[in-house]
């Protein structure tokens, strides 16, 4: 089992930056491929970012493209959301989950929530105007 603690969240204006933690405990974390999530109130959990156990490939939606980075540091078994020009949309619960055993190779893997074996409990990213 693996555990998964998001920390960072909070209220940034509009245009400004946040990086999200994920940090896990439990098993490996270089064993596992991460992703990023989000779920804004009345609307369905989203992909945002997913990063491979080696993280030497990453993938994003395009809404966050060019905005978001993701990123692991597999000796802290912690990773990372850093989100820069920050908008109003970006405003959501935001939830890290890990995969194991992954045969992953495409956007279209990453991006279902249905492939994650273990989920951390979310932080609340606000964008204020």
């Known amino acids: 089992q693996v555990q998964l603690v998001e920390s960072g969240g909070g209220l940034v204006q509009v245009g400004g930056s946040l990086r999200l933690s994920c940090a896990t405990s439990?098993?490996?974390?270089?064993?596992?491929?991460m992703g990023w999530f989000r779920q804004a109130p009345g609307k369905e959990r989203e992909f945002v970012a997913a990063?491979?156990?080696?993280?030497?490939?990453?993938f994003y939606t395009d809404s966050v493209k060019g905005r978001f980075a993701i990123s692991r540091d597999n000796g802290r078994n912690t990773g990372y959301l850093q989100m820069n020009s920050l908008k109003p949309e970006d405003t959501a619960v935001y939830y890290c989950?890990?995969?194991?055993?992954?045969?992953?190779?495409?956007?279209?893997?990453?991006?279902?929530?249905?492939?994650?074996?273990?989920w951390g409990q979310g932080t609340q990213v606000t964008g204020s105007s």
């Open positions: 989950a890990v995969l194991g055993l992954s045969t992953c190779s495409t956007y279209g893997c990453y991006s279902r929530s249905s492939g994650y074996n273990y």
């Open positions: 439990g098993r490996t974390f270089s064993n596992y491929d």
């Open positions: 990063i491979t156990r080696s993280g030497s490939t990453t």
